[in-house]
């Protein structure tokens, strides 16, 4: 099973982004998908995450109404769409798979399938 993530970049605070999560050796329906970022210093956190088959979604406060998470199915691939981009969204942002949602899904120990290898966000003025 593996994911590679893509999309990250520089933007000004404001702007947008929209990340990709690509699947390999697993179909996306079957599983739980979750988004994450680490910034330089602090723990790795949830922000956005979708169930299964499903489907349903879920954010963190800090970013709702801000980012949304989607998932194309013939791409095998799960998008996290970031609009309004704010100097604390910088970070590594990873994408995790798990076989249904955690009862925390925030916290990056309770996922126990794969993770991807990260893409770096930064976002500055």
């Known amino acids: 099973l593996q994911l590679v993530e893509s999309g990250g970049g520089l933007v000004q605070p404001g702007g947008s982004l929209r990340l990709s999560c690509a699947a390999s050796?697993?179909?996306?329906?079957?599983?739980?998908i979750g988004w994450f970022r680490q910034a330089p210093g602090k723990e790795r956190e949830g922000v956005s995450c979708?169930?299964?088959?499903?489907?349903?979604?879920y954010y963190v406060d800090s970013v709702k109404g801000r980012f949304t998470i989607s998932r194309d199915y013939a791409k095998n691939t799960v998008y996290l769409q970031m609009n309004n981009l704010k100097s604390e969204d910088t970070g590594v942002y990873y994408c995790?798979?798990?076989?249904?949602?955690?009862?925390?899904?925030?916290?990056?120990?309770?996922?126990?399938?794969?993770w991807g290898q990260g893409t770096q966000v930064v976002v500055f003025p």
């Open positions: 995790a798979a798990d076989v249904k949602v955690p009862v925390n899904p925030w916290l990056s120990g309770y996922w126990h399938g794969s």
């Open positions: 050796g697993f179909t996306l329906y079957d599983y739980a």
């Open positions: 979708m169930g299964s088959s499903d489907g349903h979604t």
